[in-house]
């Protein structure tokens, strides 16, 4: 057995030792600094990611890259304003929604195409994939090069429809009400496609758009929801339909990205890895008790059949011809998010009815 004596002498060596490796890095200057910003707050899962990101790249550098955070709108305070900021080099990393980069890149929108992912396993197969270097490659062309997508992960869990007045079971049920969506053509012809009436308000305004009966609906996460107290508003029925897996769009500078070393491009790389990895999980833990606190408060989930649920898909096609037709690259930037959607439900059930046998 090792005598108490020994024990804190091996302690002391270790402490020493980590002592002098703290010191070691502090002393060493950062030999490259990149600022990233987040329109959010530290309560959100952009801020988790980038915390996690902010530490595996600075150790795993050894201290050669320090990350600087700017949570909030220091630095930028809309999607357009940041990404040209990206551009112009004054911005290094910067998360986006699809909606907020669909300025510059509208074939981004095919992230908020109903039904094609079914679930967060099909969803996070598909985003560590040749999807998104699909998109890169686009943006990058687009962009002259400046603008490089370094991966998706994800930012609020699932877009569910949600409304005031009754459970709604299939889109029939959707029929007249009054639906929030932003001011995007996408999110419209969804709403117009199960039957009710898409009603543009601003975020900020939408609880007293509740209370005032001016929409009667939306299409949120339930941490959203719960977040800005739609239920105090009136808000009661959700319908789990999971129509759009709510993509989160990190960008970085590629003249930044290009000008590090091949070994610290592959800790930055690895460090998206592990961000999104991070983005990934922290959704689904905050939406238990955002889902529980909903129910305690007289809220009603319902979870559609499956059968229930292909009619939604089903009602959902238009969109889905709208899409191709009148965005650039859409047919191609469709196809690509399909296939990979199609392959990663084969891989997965085929590795789960393997896991059950």
Not at 7 to 16: E, H, Q
Not at 296 to 319: D, M, R, S
């Amino acid at each position: 057995m090792i005598s108490k004596k020994m024990k804190a002498a091996i302690g002391a060596v270790f402490g020493a030792a980590m002592i002098m490796g703290v010191a070691a890095t502090a002393s060493q200057a950062a030999e490259f600094k990149l600022r990233a910003t987040a329109n959010s707050n530290e309560n959100d899962e952009d801020y988790d990611g980038l915390v996690v990101f902010k530490d595996f790249v600075e150790s795993r550098s050894n201290g050669a890259i320090e990350v600087e955070l700017f949570i909030g709108t220091q630095l930028c305070s809309k999607g357009a304003e940041c990404l040209q900021g990206i551009a112009d080099g004054s911005i290094d990393i910067y998360i986006s929604t699809s909606g907020g980069a669909a300025g510059a890149f509208p074939y981004v929108q095919v992230l908020d195409l109903p039904y094609l992912l079914s679930d967060d396993r099909i969803a996070e197969e598909v985003l560590q994939g040749d999807f998104v270097r699909t998109l890169r490659g686009l943006a990058l062309a687009d962009s002259g090069d400046k603008i490089r997508l370094m991966t998706i992960g994800n930012t609020g869990g699932w877009r569910n429809f949600a409304n005031t007045k009754r459970v709604v079971k299939q889109p029939s049920d959707m029929k007249g009400l009054k639906i929030r969506t932003v001011v995007a053509d996408l999110p419209q012809e969804l709403v117009k496609a199960m039957g009710a009436s898409p009603t543009p308000i601003p975020w900020p305004e939408l609880f007293t758009s509740f209370q005032t009966g001016v929409v009667e609906g939306s299409k949120n996460g339930i941490t959203d929801i719960m977040g800005m107290k739609f239920p105090d508003a009136g808000l009661k029925y959700v319908t789990l339909d999971g129509h759009a897996y709510m993509g989160a769009l990190w960008w970085m500078g590629n003249d930044r990205f290009m000008s590090l070393p091949e070994d610290l491009r592959r800790v930055v790389v690895d460090g998206f890895s592990a961000l999104q990895q991070a983005t990934f999980a922290s959704p689904k833990r905050k939406s238990i008790k955002a889902y529980s606190d909903f129910v305690k408060g007289g809220g009603t989930l319902y979870v559609p059949t499956p059968e229930q649920k292909a009619e939604f898909k089903k009602a959902a096609a238009p969109v889905y011809d709208w899409f191709k037709s009148n965005i650039t690259n859409g047919p191609k930037v469709f196809d690509a998010l399909a296939s990979a959607a199609s392959a990663a439900e084969k891989k997965i059930g085929s590795a789960t009815m393997m896991d059950i046998k």
